[in-house]
Each structure stands twice: as C-alpha cells, then as structure tokens.
C-alpha cells in the first residue's frame, strides 16, 4: 500500500487520475492540494470533494486548496474548450457535504510528510507551486518524502505551449525549477511518453461494458467527461475519438514503475527568459555542471498495459459473470 497525496489543478485528465488513485487497491490517498491551472485553486478544490463522493472510496480523503498564482504572482488558466468551464468538462457531478480542510496546502504536505515518516509519496498533475512552496518552507523536505512523481516536462519532444515547454512547468517554471534542484528522489513523467498513450471510444465502450455495479456511475461519468476531452483533441490534433493520457499516465507510474523505462538527468528549468521559459536544461555530461541531484525521466511507457489497468480498477473480475 503506497500513501499519496495529490497536488491537482483538476481538471479532466485531473479527475480521471484521482478516481484511478481513489479506487485502486495499492494507494491510500491521505489527501488531495489543489492549485491554479486548469481552472482556479477553488473550482480544483470543488472538483475534488465531488470526485471524491463519486468514487465511494470508503475512507475519508481531505482536501486543501493551495496556490492560486505561481512563485512570481501570476495567475494563467487553461481555455474553456480544453477542461469545460468547470474544469471536468461541464459534466455536473452532485455536490459534497465535504468541506476543504482550514489549512493551506504547503502545510498539508509538510504535516504529512512529517506524520508518515519516510512513506509519502506526492504526485503532482499540475503546477509544482504548492510542492515548491512547502520545500522553502521545510528545506528537509526532501528527506522526508518517498518520492515525488511529475507529470511534466518534454526530454526529447517537442513542448505543447512552446517548441521548448509543457504546460504544467510553464505555468510555473521557477517553482519547477526549485523542486528539481531540491533533491527529492523525483520521476518526471512528461510528453515523450504521455503523447504516446492514447483512449479511444473503445476503451470507453468496454469501460461502460465490465463497469462493477458499485463503480458504473464513475464509469458514465468517465464516459461523460471524455467526450468534451475527445472533442478538443479531434478539433487541435485531428484525432478522431480518441485522447492522449498525461495525468493518469503518471499515476500508474507511480504505482507501478515498472511500466516505464527512464533516463537519469540533472535538470533546471528556464524561467527568467520568456521566449525559453518552461525550457527542461539537461546535464547528462560525466562531469556534471549542474550541482544538483539526478531525476529519473520517463522516455518510454508501455502504453496498452497503462491504459487497461487504468480502467480495470472499475470493472468486476469475478470468474463466470459473462456467459461468453
């Protein structure tokens, strides 16, 4: 049993993550921050407490709202046509009686690193500034954490908001920069591997087929929310119902790293030259120019295991259900 917490701008790719997280035997979610990007800190945090009602987990999941800007104040959302207004592309899920806890999101992770002493593991979909925020606030945060999961960052392919950047370092690339120098045993699940994982209305179709009793209303609303996210990648990448799998990509890495092979680099990010900003600079050289600790890279990804065990988590194995 691995324990997380997830820092998420909840958006679509967002929740189909955290239901992975929230269903899956081989977590125990201790919490969920939330942080600007695909909407704002507050709607991510609203989005969370109705996933977490949708996916009957069984446990009590706290939720804290955190950045709502990055490291150097500024606050950039994701257009309407990729989340939805809501973030969970419009799909209205019922509200929770759960409130976010009084607490903010750096003092979250930083309680709990504290409380589990060496067994936390952070995964974050979105911008690293609550991550960021809580190293500078307890610099041996590094040693307290088991490990830290991105999804984030392009190696060796070209970046979605530049040639030279993915959107969840861009929105907040001195944050990115300051996690990755800190010394945390870290994998960066970026676009080299994300961009290469695809769901088709296939998978979907089957999802609605096998769904538990207990879990086909995640399936539908899975099935649901995808149909806004197949939308704008039919519409920015001519795909033809079908998506790319960036989050929960990295959720499944982080539970089960084997699905991946990975490359050892020393990174920083640029963020003082626009044109550049998000840039990944790696040093892979024997002598090595950045003092800083290496980070393993996602480059490669088995990609139809990731995406059947994604939505297996929802479906009932019982030997003999189906008449086949």
């Keep these: 049993m691995k324990n997380i917490i997830i820092d998420a701008d909840t958006g679509v790719d967002d929740s189909l993550a955290i239901l992975y997280a929230l269903r899956s035997p081989n977590f125990h979610v201790e919490g969920i921050t939330t942080c600007f990007g695909n909407n704002n800190a507050e709607q991510s945090a609203d989005n969370c407490l109705r996933l977490i009602?949708?996916?009957?987990?069984?446990y009590?999941?706290?939720?804290?709202?955190?950045?709502?800007?990055?490291?150097?104040?500024v606050f950039e959302s994701a257009p309407a046509y990729i989340h939805g207004d809501n973030g969970i592309g419009n799909v209205i899920l019922p509200e929770s009686s759960q409130k976010p806890v009084a607490e903010s999101a750096e003092d979250f992770i930083i309680r709990k690193a504290d409380e589990l002493d060496g067994e936390l593991i952070v995964i974050t979909t979105g911008r690293m500034t609550n991550l960021a925020k809580a190293y500078l606030k307890d610099k041996t945060l590094p040693k307290k954490l088991k490990k830290v999961v991105s999804m984030g960052g392009c190696i060796d392919v070209p970046g979605n908001i530049s040639n030279y950047a993915e959107a969840n370092i861009h929105g907040d690339a001195k944050a990115a920069d300051i996690v990755m120098g800190a010394g945390f045993?870290?994998?960066?699940?970026?676009?080299?591997?994300?961009?290469?994982?695809?769901?088709?209305?296939?998978?979907?179709k089957?999802?609605?087929?096998?769904?538990?009793?207990?879990c086909r209303p995640i399936a539908e609303y899975i099935r649901d929310v995808l149909k806004f996210y197949f939308e704008f990648h039919r519409v920015s990448m001519g795909m033809a119902n079908a998506c790319v799998v960036h989050d929960p990509l990295a959720m499944l890495i982080a539970e089960?790293?084997?699905?991946?092979?990975?490359?050892?680099?020393?990174?920083s990010v640029e963020y003082e030259h626009e044109p550049f900003k998000g840039m990944i600079k790696k040093d892979m050289g024997f002598v090595p120019n950045l003092d800083r600790e290496e980070i393993a890279a996602c480059?490669?990804?088995?990609?139809?295991?990731?995406?059947?065990?994604?939505?297996?988590?929802?479906?009932?194995?019982?030997?003999?259900?189906?008449?086949?």
């Design 256 to 267: 089960d790293p084997s699905l991946g092979l990975y490359k050892m680099i020393r990174a």
């Design 206 to 214: 089957n999802l609605c087929e096998y769904a538990s009793e207990e």
């Design 185 to 204: 045993h870290m994998t960066l699940v970026g676009l080299d591997v994300t961009m290469k994982t695809f769901i088709t209305d296939r998978d979907v």
């Design 299 to 324: 480059v490669s990804v088995n990609s139809e295991v990731a995406v059947r065990r994604l939505f297996a988590v929802y479906q009932d194995m019982t030997p003999g259900r189906y008449n086949w």
């Design 60 to 73: 009590e999941v706290p939720v804290a709202v955190g950045a709502n800007e990055s490291l150097e104040g």
């Design 53 to 58: 009602k949708l996916s009957n987990c069984g």
